[in-house]
């Protein structure tokens, strides 16, 4: 053991007490301090540029040296609990406390000192002889105690002497990226079984958490659509929407101005109505589900008015349920021979008649729209509601979008003499107002 002595007498004459013993480490760490104390602040100017360099290096070194010697003095006072002798909740807290640090440095500090102690002898060792840092050390512990129960002690020791070797090229930061996939690279086998076991625990929490829910806007008329899936509903929905809902090419009417989230609510209203329209869902009383809309057929042939939703009692306007009445199975409802009675609904623009519309329009005939005709529906140029009857030569496939257009009335559509459709656009789209057509029809 190294000592310190003092060699003068009191003024009385009398000789200091015995000489303290002190720890070899102890009386390294007061000489380095003094010795370095003694040449601060340096005087570097005149060092060349490799000395220079390579001082960075040797003091980061030294620094990483300390600090493992640090991390021994808190692992010893861990051992011995001297922060619950002094009346401390923990060491952490005592520590954080006695040298004025960060108490969650303290923590993690504390955490990385005993896992260097007990289980990871080979970083203790790269820390000691300063070839890595703490905040390295600390990366390389919090990846090895991340690992699945399932490692064993070998996958352990070589998933962590494969982040000691990544340790000696990456910064801390693209080494916590390393690790989150470390086990890719020590156990393939065991990674690909444990990503199979969490992702089926993912999927079954997601299971269990999905909801839907539509509630109504106390202060407009739309609804509020919230909800939660799994997974493979998502993609589902994704991949059922996402074609539905890509913007509309340039055509006579512009481009197209709806934002992403619009362009969505719109697939999904074009999903629900071929759903609806398919015939491929269940049966409810007997019938396929439908949209049932009540209204006076004196309002729905003058646009007056309003109809009801049957199912919710929702009012919607003359004008939207002569647009959806455009193309739907209407029945007339009333007194016969003082009984109620409901004529055979029949949908409009069926069979036949919808086949000779497809082949002659290929889809949307508005000018520029390229919508096949899956995505159309059946207008009539003279309402059925003014007589105008369920042909081909009064009849005009249009989109959802193009529909809605055309009866909102700013743009006209006519079967031609050569009896194709064409359309006439707006004044502020062309003063003239000549007619025009898809490219797509031929002339």
């Not at 729209?369 to 042909?391: A, Q, Y």
């Amino acid at each position: 053991m190294e000592t310190t002595t003092t060699q003068t007498a009191d003024a009385a004459g009398t000789m200091p007490a015995a000489p303290t013993a002190q720890h070899p480490l102890a009386v390294l760490v007061s000489r380095m301090r003094a010795r370095l104390g003694g040449q601060l602040p340096p005087v570097l100017w005149s060092m060349p540029d490799d000395e220079l360099t390579g001082l960075l290096v040797d003091l980061q070194s030294l620094v990483g040296q300390v600090d493992a010697a640090l991390l021994a003095g808190m692992r010893e006072v861990d051992r011995r609990d001297l922060g619950r002798t002094a009346g401390a909740t923990s060491t952490a807290k005592w520590i954080s406390g006695l040298l004025r640090m960060r108490p969650g440095q303290a923590s993690r500090r504390v955490r990385l000192a005993r896992d260097l102690d007990t289980t990871l002898v080979m970083t203790q060792t790269a820390v000691n002889t300063g070839d890595i840092s703490v905040e390295t050390a600390e990366v390389i512990a919090h990846t090895i105690g991340n690992l699945p129960a399932e490692a064993g002690p070998d996958v352990r020791f070589d998933a962590e002497r494969a982040m000691l070797d990544h340790a000696r090229t990456f910064h801390p930061h693209d080494l916590a990226r390393i690790g989150t996939t470390i086990l890719n690279t020590v156990d393939p086998e065991l990674a690909d079984q444990i990503l199979a076991k969490n992702l089926a625990a993912d999927e079954e929490r997601a299971a269990r958490a999905r909801e839907l829910s539509i509630s109504d806007d106390p202060y407009s008329r739309s609804s509020f659509l919230r909800g939660k899936l799994d997974p493979v509903t998502t993609d589902m929905l994704r991949t059922a929407l996402e074609p539905l809902a890509k913007p509309r090419p340039t055509d006579a009417d512009g481009p197209d101005t709806r934002t992403a989230g619009q362009r969505l609510g719109d697939g999904l209203h074009e999903l629900l109505r071929r759903y609806l329209n398919s015939g491929a869902s269940p049966s409810h009383a007997g019938e396929k589900p439908h949209l049932v809309i009540r209204i006076d057929v004196d309002n729905l042939a003058g646009g007056t008015g309003y109809g009801t939703l049957l199912r919710t009692g929702t009012p919607i306007s003359a004008h939207t349920t002569g647009l959806l009445a455009c193309d739907a199975k209407v029945s007339f409802w009333g007194t016969v021979n003082g009984e109620q009675a409901l004529t055979d609904g029949t949908r409009l623009f069926t069979g036949k008649t919808r086949r000779l519309l497809e082949l002659r329009d290929q889809g949307c005939a508005f000018p520029g729209c390229d919508r096949p005709p899956s995505w159309c529906e059946g207008h009539h140029v003279t309402s059925w509601l003014k007589g105008g009857p369920t042909t081909v030569g009064n009849g005009v496939l249009l989109c959802g979008h193009h529909h809605r257009l055309i009866h909102q009335g700013a743009w006209q559509v006519r079967i031609a003499d050569n009896g194709l459709p064409e359309f006439t656009p707006p004044d502020w789209i062309s003063k003239t107002r000549e007619p025009i057509r898809n490219t797509r029809l031929r002339t």
